[in-house]
């Protein structure tokens, strides 16, 4: 297992944070503080209305932007949703897909989770696959299976070309928000899971370079030695990447 193969991602979901102008202060702070930081991709995950300042402003720099949702259809008479292509237009380079936030709370399910992961590769998007079980599943043991069948179908009918585009971050859903971040030992047993999942299906090389992230309270206290783990590739990172110090922090343990 050579982690060096896979270049880290560290990705700010933003949530439902931040305007426009709001948007265009924290990445002004932010730009300067981790410029020439080029151990790790940078991304930052916006909400939609803050795609275009996003873009505008990181252009040029080590800073990449990406959409939190996206929906699966082309276009059409779907009120209220955003195509992949009009992501694309708008500069948008990634997309969270399967948040446990979008699972909870907006009827997500592993069959939608497929098919937004389809039509975001199909736009050439690349996509942060969000798996993770929730406190009730880790208690009853039955992680392993929870996540991996979660990986299994949000994979479905996806090529091997393809899966190297992907991006997954296993995030317990008991640790998002909630200042309870998984032991690394924790993060890194999933995350080999997650990774002999796909190795089950796309074979070890695809396997060895996918990159697989870790979310759920990280921050800068406890994100070297999250990061320091052989599986786990990055992070994607709430609360503390609303905080440009902290993020920097963050990116610095990446390097
Ligand atoms: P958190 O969120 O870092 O605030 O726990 C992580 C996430 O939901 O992606």
New binding site residues.
Partial sequence: MNKNVRKAVIAG?W?MNMTPSETAKLLSGLIPMVKGKNGCDIVVCVPFVDLMTAVTLTAGTNIKVGAQNVHFEKKGAFTGEISADMLKECGAEYV?IG???RRQYFGETDATVNLRLKAALAADLTPIL?VGELLDERDRGITTEVVSMQTKIALLDVSAEDMSKVII?Y?PVW?????R?ATAEQAEEVCAVIRSVVAEKYGTEVAESVTIQY?????PSNAAELLAKVNVDG???????LVASDFTAIIDAAQ
């Fill in positions: 979901n949530k969270v948040h446990s936030e969000c971050a995030e640790a998002i928000g909630t200042g971040t979310g759920g309270s990280m921050k992070g994607l990172i709430g609360g503390a990447s």
